[in-house]
């Protein structure tokens, strides 16, 4: 198991930006595929980006293609999620979570371990 801390969230207004970043521990982090979700109030927790176990391979929701960008640090056991041009559709409890294989899914069900969450909040 590997705990996650996630941190960076907060308001913003529409058109700024934040990163938002996840820091693991208790296991090797390079072993695990990295993804964000988010959940909106009201709504189903949907995807949003996701890592490979190097960092080689990520894929995007289509609404936050080209706009979110996902990487991670190995080396400092830490996924970010750089969100620009924010939208007020944006806004949500931002997770992060972890899975025990090299690469990456969109299916939450997929993913083994989670963090607390983080609240972005857009305004228009």
């Known amino acids: 198991q590997v705990q996650l801390v996630e941190s960076g969230g907060g308001l913003v207004q529409a058109g700024g930006s934040l990163r938002l970043s996840c820091t693991a521990s208790g296991r090797t982090f390079s072993y695990y595929a990295m993804g964000w979700f988010r959940q909106a109030p009201g709504k189903e927790r949907e995807f949003v980006a996701a890592?490979?176990?190097?960092?080689?391979?990520?894929g995007y929701a289509d609404s936050v293609k080209g706009r979110f960008t996902i990487s991670r640090d190995n080396a400092k056991n830490t996924v970010y999620l750089q969100m620009n041009s924010l939208k007020p559709e944006d806004t949500a409890v931002y997770y992060c979570a972890a899975r025990r294989a090299f690469g990456s899914s969109r299916r939450a069900v997929d993913y083994d371990d989670w963090g607390q969450g983080t609240q972005v909040t857009v305004s228009s």
């Open positions: 890592i490979s176990w190097s960092g080689g391979t990520t």
